[in-house]
């Protein structure tokens, strides 16, 4: 069986350029299907009628920025089997279809109608189909191709980093970088020229250059001096087309700074200078200042200066202000005219950096002379020193020589010179100078343990002119003398113990002595014979310490509460001094630890310390009770003796009541009689007595008031048999506050009348029953007219016993 093999047919189409127009046609190659021995095999009709076609295409081209008034046109499409009958339709889609690129549909040609620019879009990717115009059906396989921008030269280079600042130093050699300068073109660099740039300089030329083809700028001359011209201001243009005539072109602005180097030394604007200088300026004082001109800046610029020599080295030191890069003379030590009256001096200002490549052009320094006069000040007084030391004893009698200062006028008057002491340093006057010859004298008596060193301040003032006066600062220290007895340190508090054991220390005692003796301090104790106790035996520990120990014997509190005790303490001095001091020793009964638990009879320690003071506490306690109740007892009896008048101006006007007591209604006051309002209800009867009262007081006592009586009594009745009746206003005006009540009058005002009397024992428990608020006003009238007198008295009773216990207690001590 012969295996047939079938090759598929290929259309192969080939572009051809039309002549003049750059249009591109399309033939079809027909590839017959062979066997695969290579023969042609011997198809009948049918088999030769099927083929396939398939499209090829290369890029058509079109030129950006074109300026015409028709479409430009671009290319043709073309298929074999389009017979030229208009059967066959084609068909354009994809980038820039129908908007920028049109197609005929039965020719096949494509324009463009719109202006392309490549730096827009480079290419455009379309696909062309071909239909049968009655079935729309492809007559051949869709097909995709590209139609390339072609570029021209219509961008000009930029300088996208422009304007550019650099920085080269001066003197720099020739050919040293100073910047590169980078322009753009956007046209296409892979066609023709269009983006080829070439560098060159407009301005800045000689000092500068630019490499055409890298864009390197250089320096060009070698002596750039900043201090001549400290910057410059380059113009570099890039062209394209190899810089050849017709080419766009762009420039930037580079301006190029130059940086210092230490290429110029400092020197002095004169050779010589002279300066003033008062005698009487102090030390450290700057007196003059001088400058030396460097044209370099910042550190290039720095000096440092220094005297050389000449005769006033000693005297004036220079230093740089690193500000101003001055030189500042100061004054070391202090000017006389009189001495010397002028000074000169040599000095040199250097640079502190040096650059070494510059060192052949000379030395980086300069000298200048300085001149300094003296002038001649009228002067204070001098003192031959200072601060002066001197010394006296404080036994020294009053107008005992302890010293003398001397001062001196320095100027060439000698004016003589009158001495004194500064009062603020000489309080208390204790020394005193003579005005002529400055010898210092006590004029009080001295105690070294008060003062010890006297600081007084000696003023010394020219006669002929009292404004100018010197000062100086006498120590005067008082020596020691023995005039001070020791005595005990502190003051001890010192027990025994009544089982104490024969030999046992007590207390260890030590001394003190405001004095100071050279060789020190050392003290003797001793018992004073006048007072030798049988129970206490003092012994010298020989170091400024003395113990007391117990004798044989034992010690009970009953027999001796307190034990006085006289120590003797000596000092060691000629002539010795000394003193008895009284050591009060308690007996008391002490825990097996021995610490103390009571030092008498029912009473502790501490209680036995303080019993004085808390007998003096609860007296001034009592004392003051007493008077406070005298004082409020007093305020109450006057209060209840000043009558309750009714001041003839507190009178009714319009509607408005006026009265000194708690009474009637608010209500119209206008239709009742108030005079009866203006009265208290002084009555203490018992509430049928108040009845009766409210009855008889009630009459009218004017002619107008008799209408409103049987009215008012009516509706009373009636209130008072309905209990459940409402509190009309009506019914609560009275003609006084609280009568006709069974709880009778609650008001405040009647206590004082009755403070002595029985009603301040009144029960008030009745109210209690009326409600809440009854109830508080019981619970507030039937406790506070007694609360006050009863606390005092409470109180007053308390301070009494206390005292009484206490006044007992120190009887039995």
């Known amino acids: 069986m012969d295996l047939l093999w079938f090759l598929s047919a290929l259309s192969v189409f080939t572009l051809q350029e039309r002549a003049g127009t750059g249009a591109m046609t399309l033939k079809s190659v027909l590839l017959r299907q062979l066997r695969p021995g290579g023969g042609a095999s011997a198809c009948s009709p049918a088999q030769h009628s099927r083929r396939r076609r398939s499209w090829v295409w290369n890029q058509f081209f079109v030129l950006e920025e074109f300026t015409g008034n028709d479409p430009l046109y671009v290319g043709k499409l073309h298929s ?119 560098y060159s300089i407009l301005q800045g030329q000689p000092y500068f250059s630019v490499e055409p083809k890298t864009g390197v700028v250089r320096t060009a001359l070698p002596d750039l001096d900043r201090e001549v011209r400290d910057s410059h201001l380059l113009v570099v243009q890039a062209k394209d087309m190899i810089g050849q005539i017709g080419g766009l072109s762009g420039s930037t602005s580079v301006t190029v700074i130059l940086t210092d180097v230490n290429d110029n030394p400092p020197h002095f604007p004169r050779r010589s200078y002279q300066f003033s200088v008062r005698e009487s300026e102090l030390v450290s004082t700057v007196v003059a200042k001088i400058r030396a001109v460097d044209p370099d800046e910042g550190p290039n610029a720095e000096l440092d200066y220094r005297i050389l020599d000449g005769d006033g080295l000693g005297i004036f030191s220079i230093t740089t202000d690193s500000h101003t890069q001055e030189g500042l003379i100061t004054l070391h030590k202090n000017l006389d005219f009189e001495t010397k009256s002028s000074y000169m001096l040599r000095v040199e200002a250097s640079n502190l950096y040096v650059d070494a490549r510059f060192l052949s052009s000379g030395p980086f320094s300069d000298v200048a002379t300085v001149r300094l006069l003296v002038q001649n000040v009228d002067e204070p007084p001098v003192f031959h020193s200072s601060v002066s030391w001197m010394m006296v004893s404080e036994a020294a009698a009053v107008g005992t020589e302890v010293g003398s200062v001397l001062a001196r006028d320095p100027d060439a008057t000698n004016s003589p010179i009158r001495y004194s002491i500064d009062r603020q340093s000489n309080l208390e006057r204790y020394f005193h100078i003579d005005s002529g010859t400055g010898v210092i004298t006590t004029a009080q008596p001295l105690d070294r343990e008060t003062v010890a060193v006297h600081n007084i301040t000696v003023v010394a003032t020219e006669r002929l002119d009292p404004s100018l006066t010197g000062k100086a600062v006498v120590l005067i220290s008082v020596t020691d003398v023995n005039d001070n007895p020791p005595s005990l340190a502190i003051d001890y508090d010192t027990f025994v113990c009544e089982n104490s054991e024969p030999g046992q220390i007590v207390q260890t005692l030590s001394a003190v002595d405001r004095d100071e003796p050279e060789e020190g301090q050392h003290f003797l104790f001793s018992l004073s014979e006048a007072g030798q106790n049988l129970s206490f035996t003092l012994r010298d520990n020989k170091d400024n310490t003395a113990s007391i120990l117990t004798r044989p014997g034992g010690f009970l509190q009953r027999d001796q509460l307190l034990h006085l005790l006289p120590v003797v303490i000596s000092d060691s001095s000629r002539p010795p001094l000394s003193s008895t001091n009284t050591l009060s020793i308690t007996v008391c009964t002490c825990d097996a630890a021995g610490e103390p638990r009571s030092c008498r009879q029912g009473a502790p320690l501490l209680l036995l310390v303080s019993l004085q003071s808390a007998v003096t506490a609860a007296v001034l306690t009592c004392i003051l009770t007493l008077l406070g109740v005298v004082v409020v007892t007093a305020a109450i009896r006057r209060r209840r003796r000043d009558p309750l008048t009714v001041v003839a101006e507190r009178c009714v006007q319009e509607n408005i009541v006026c009265y000194d007591d708690e009474g009637g209604g608010e209500e119209d006051t206008e239709a009742f009689d108030m005079l009866a309002l203006r009265h208290l209800n002084t009555t203490g009867q018992s509430h049928q007595t108040q009845a009766r009262t409210l009855t008889s007081t009630s009459e009218p006592t004017s002619e107008g008031n008799w209408l409103f009586l049987p009215f008012i009594r009516e509706r009373l009745q009636q209130a008072d048999l309905d209990s459940a009746a409402p509190p009309f206003d009506s019914l609560q005006t009275y003609a006084f506050e609280g009568s006709g ?47 006050l007198l009863k606390h005092v008295f409470l109180s007053l009773h308390d301070c009494c016993h206390h005292f009484h216990s206490e006044s007992k207690n120190f009887m039995n001590i």
């Open 80 to 198: 074999d089997v389009d017979k030229g009958d208009g059967q066959v339709r084609y068909v354009l889609t994809g980038e820039g279809a129908a908007s920028i690129f049109s197609i005929d549909e039965s020719t096949g040609d494509i324009h463009a109608t719109r202006r392309l620019d490549r730096e827009q879009q480079a290419y455009y990717t379309l696909r062309a189909q071909a239909r049968n115009r009655d079935t729309n059906r492809l007559v051949e396989p869709e097909s995709q191709f590209i139609i390339k921008v072609q570029d021209v030269n219509d961008n000009e280079p930029k300088f996208l980093d422009g304007p550019y600042t650099a920085r080269v130093a001066e003197r720099s050699p020739v050919g040293t970088s100073v910047v590169t300068v980078v322009a753009t073109d956007a046209d296409d660099p892979t066609y023709g020229n269009s983006a080829r740039l070439m």
């Open 741 to 787: 009540s069974s709880a009778a009058s609650l008001s405040s005002l009647n206590s004082l009348d009755s403070f002595n009397s029985q009603e301040c024992q009144q029960n008030y428990d009745l109210l209690k029953e009326w409600g809440p608020r009854f109830r508080k006003l019981a619970d507030l009238y039937g406790h506070r007219q007694t609360s």
